[in-house]
């Protein structure tokens, strides 16, 4: 064994690993002198195929609402329950519940923030919840039984309101304002006034207000995508004047109650695949799609690639240098230009569910993520060689090492604050549930890009 250990801190000063020697050979100066062969194996495939998405985590503030009926994609709904932040202190200053003039639910979008028609006219109805919204919650939650069956607001809207507006003051949004009961603002105001501390966590005010129901009433051709969701109180403050027996008025608006990221909200989706994107997995094609459609089923040759470099390295050393993974897409042609996802998620099937129930971040041994390269038309997975050198330690490789699941997520990602490092860090991944998106990933296509070294040793 002594042997193999010169050679080996030999050939890691060279910047290789041994992976295989004989314990009998000579570590003279053949070892230097003999030739490295570096092998580029691009001749490995993969095979997959479209498997139902499951339900999902949506761990999102990101509420999507609305119907599109599509033949070359599918029907679509989705609607939305949530429960709400309160702010720790509402304006007290000369205002009491009485002098609450105006209750709003307040929906921003982003401008282009939407999948369909902009001008179809859409039902939207909001329902007050009467019991606490269950944690985990999934996108196929029913939410039957937690809700007042009589709405408490409606709105009939589209995607083009206040363009002259919004032009006019350069912003990025628009809203959705309902109108909801003044009751209700003075309602949760009377309870503030009563217990503050109620107010200071969201577990404590959710016993108290569970939380709205917003469903899509009538309509269909149109998904929104809602990046804030405030409860907006109109309300105006009496101030006595000092030395007079006049008082001053001052008219004001407040968002009390937000949608944050430590509530629970959820959207419970319900999704239908079109027969022509049936037809075309039928036919071999292996399309993923979301919010919770198709996921992509794909086996790794790990075996193939490990028994061909062992073949190849045996009686002499070796060490493998790179290994990576690039799936080219095809975009799908549609009505509604529903894109490719941005990005995706490929991580072991066994470890699926795990992966978004534990928050995790792809670690580039089990799971992996993509970025889409719209230039390119590919998804690129970056190094797998800590995969399959983890493989390679363990020797025997069962199925369940080499099963892939691979499903669009939403991957946020920060910039380090260090003038001198740009690094860029990724702070969250989460099941995709934006908006719609869908691709067909040429899995038999795929590229993998196997490179290792192999060294021969004279006796």
Sequence with gaps: MKSVFKIYALVALLGLNVTACDDQMSTGSS????????IVDTTFTTTGYSI????VLSRTITGILGRIEAPDYGNLTSDFVT???PSIALDTVGVNAGRIDAVKLVMRYEIGGFTGDSLAPMGLEVYRLNKQLPSPIYSDFDPSGYYDVTPIASKVYTASEAALTDSLLKLKYREIKVDLPIALGRELYDKYIQDPAAYSEPESFAKIFPGLYLKNSY???RITRLVKTTIDFDYHSVTPIDGTDRDTTIYKTSSYFAVTPEIIANNNINMSISKDIRDSIAKGQTIVMA???LDVEMTFPARELLDTYNAKIKGGLGVIN???YTIPAKVIENKYNIAPPPFLLMVLKKDRDKFFAENKLTDEITSFYATYNETSGQYYFGSMLKYIQQLQEKGEITDEDVTFVITPVLVS????????????YVTSIT???????MVNLEVAKAKINFVYSSQKLSN
Excluded: R
Excluded at 52 to 55: E, L, R
Excluded at 413 to 424: F, G, I, K, P
């Design 52 to 55: 139902s998405g499951q339900p």
């Design 322 to 324: 790179t290994l990576t």
């Design 291 to 293: 919010p919770a459609g």
């Design 83 to 85: 429960q709400f932040m």
């Design 31 to 38: 070892l230097v002198e003999d030739e490295v062969q570096v």
């Design 413 to 424: 990602l920060e910039m380090s604050d260090n003038y001198y490092d740009q690094t860029t």
């Design 431 to 437: 099941p995709y549930v934006a908006k719609p998106v």
């Design 219 to 221: 309509g269909s051709g």
